[in-house]
Nanobody, 124 residues
Framework: QVQLVESGGGLVQAGGSLRLSCAAS????????MGWFRQAPGKEREFVVG????????YGADSVKGRFTISRDNAKNTVYLQMNSLKPEDTAVYYC?????????????????WGQGTQVTVSS
C-alpha cells in the first residue's frame, strides 16, 4: 500500500522558516513527479511547487518564488519543502502528492497519491 507521510509543520512567526518532509513508502517514486499543494480555510487546494526525478522544479504560485525550495532525495524516497521568510498568508495545510508518471502536474487531479497533510501556521 502506498503511503505519503508529511512532517515538519508547525507554528512559526512571520519571517521564520520551516522544512517539510514527505516520505514515500510502498513503492519507489524516484522516477515520478512529486509536488506540494496547500489549502487554506475556505480556499481551494493550490499547487505550490513540483519536481521531477532529475531535480527540475516548477512553481505554481508566484508568491513563493524565492522563498520556497523543493528538493528530493531519490535514495530515501523523500521530498522536502524548505520554506523561508514565511508570511501569515502562507498559513495552510500542506499536502505532499505523487504522480504515477514522470511529468509535472499542476492540478490536484493529476496526482494519484496524497499524504494526510501537515498544518503550517504563520503568526504575524
Amino acid at each position: 500500500q502506498v503511503q505519503l507521510v508529511e512532517s515538519g509543520g508547525g507554528l512559526v512567526q512571520a519571517g521564520g522558516s520551516l522544512r517539510l518532509s514527505c516520505a514515500a513508502s510502498g513503492r519507489t517514486f524516484s522516477n515520478n513527479a512529486m509536488g506540494w499543494f496547500r489549502q487554506a480555510p475556505g480556499k481551494e487546494r493550490e499547487f505550490v511547487v513540483g519536481i521531477v526525478w532529475s531535480g527540475t522544479s516548477a512553481y505554481g504560485a508566484d508568491s513563493v518564488k524565492g522563498r520556497f525550495t523543493i528538493s528530493r532525495d531519490n535514495a530515501k524516497n523523500t521530498v522536502y519543502l524548505q520554506m523561508n521568510s514565511l508570511k501569515p498568508e502562507d498559513t495552510a495545510v500542506y499536502y505532499c502528492a505523487a504522480r504515477s508518471v514522470y511529468g509535472l502536474g499542476y492540478r490536484a487531479g493529476e496526482y494519484n497519491y496524497w499524504g494526510q497533510g501537515t498544518q503550517v501556521t504563520v503568526s504575524s
